[in-house]
């Protein structure tokens, strides 16, 4: 069994204000930054352990995973080609996680490809089945080898229900 924590990065810059101009280097707001914090730590009473954080290379990916690995001190980051936004049909993702063993990880991208790749993992089909806001999270379960149409849906995490959680935790 694997569970797979499925994130989306936390609210970023205009690209205008990025420092080079592009949406790869957009990087994430004061905002998005506190709220990715609070995120985290709510993350943190849904999955005690993470001991594998892979993310987009684009800034605001690479950003929200290092908050997610500050929550979650034993864990190591790792970057993805394979969770660039319009990065293939997913199934790059399916042999990663497959390569990845059974520990729990977290993927760290954008949307709508998220969203797809959820739905493919869920149905076997590339359609989104959940929303994935800014910051917000969902668990799937792998029960056997991670497949298109091999999981479960173990819990749907928009960003207020986690911040509510890391409340909990002070």
Do not use: N
């Amino acid at each position: 069994m694997q569970r797979v924590l499925v994130v989306r990065h936390a609210a970023a810059e205009p690209q205008e204000e990025a420092p080079d101009g592009t949406d790869q280097g957009r990087r994430l707001t004061a905002k998005g930054q506190h709220a990715m914090g609070e995120v985290a730590a709510g993350l943190r009473r849904v999955l005690d352990a993470l001991p594998l954080i892979a993310h987009s290379p684009l800034t605001r990916a690479a950003q929200t995973a290092a908050i997610l690995e500050a929550a979650y001190p034993r864990a190591a980051c790792c970057q993805l080609t394979a969770l660039a936004p319009g990065h293939g049909d997913g199934q790059a993702l399916f042999a990663w996680l497959a390569e990845a063993g059974t520990q729990p990880v977290a993927l760290v991208g954008h949307e709508p490809d998220l969203g797809r790749w959820v739905g493919r993992a869920l149905s076997g089909e590339p359609r989104p089945c959940v929303e994935l806001k800014k910051a917000a999270a969902c668990l799937l379960v792998f029960p056997e080898a991670p497949a298109a149409g091999q999981a479960y849906l173990s819990g749907h995490f928009p960003p207020r229900i986690l911040r509510d959680l890391s409340e909990v935790t002070r």
